[in-house]
């Protein structure tokens, strides 16, 4: 068991180093839509694609609207099907220090 559980551990710091390096900044959430966090990859995908962005701003640790939205919208098969049809990109704000992204703040902002 031991054996296994350090399989793993090593086997997602490997992933998480690799996208990283390859600057894949993309989060899934627990309905495997792919929500960008660097905008301009996005917009690099967008046009490869060739579908538009839809863009979602939100202030993820303070924003109640914001988490409503994911909690009662995101999760539901309407939005999951119809997510198909775009690049989705979160531009988070929060409040909490910790939490900003500070790699991308400047786009965010600019945006």
């Given at each position: 068991?031991?054996?296994v559980?350090?399989?793993l551990f090593?086997?997602?710091?490997t992933?998480?180093?690799?996208a990283?390096k390859?600057g894949?900044?993309?989060k899934?959430?627990s309905?495997?839509?792919?929500?960008?966090?660097?905008y301009?990859k996005?917009k690099?995908?967008?046009?490869?694609?060739?579908?538009?962005?839809?863009?979602?701003?939100t202030?993820?640790d303070?924003c109640?609207a914001?988490?409503?939205?994911?909690?009662?919208?995101?999760?539901?098969?309407?939005?999951?099907?119809l997510?198909?049809?775009?690049?989705l990109?979160?531009l988070?704000?929060?409040?909490?220090?910790?939490l900003?992204?500070?790699?991308?703040?400047?786009?965010?902002?600019?945006?």
């Open positions: 068991m031991k054996f559980t350090t399989m090593c086997l997602f710091i992933c998480n180093l690799q990283q390859t894949k900044h993309v899934t959430d309905h495997n839509l792919r929500w960008y966090l660097d301009q996005a690099k995908v967008s046009a490869e694609l060739e579908k538009p962005m839809l863009l979602f701003f202030g993820s303070w109640g914001c988490i409503e939205l994911e909690k009662n919208y995101f999760s539901k098969n309407a939005f999951i099907k997510a198909e049809k775009f690049v990109v979160e988070d704000f929060p409040s909490k220090k910790e900003v992204r500070e790699k991308y703040i400047d786009d965010y902002m600019m945006l």
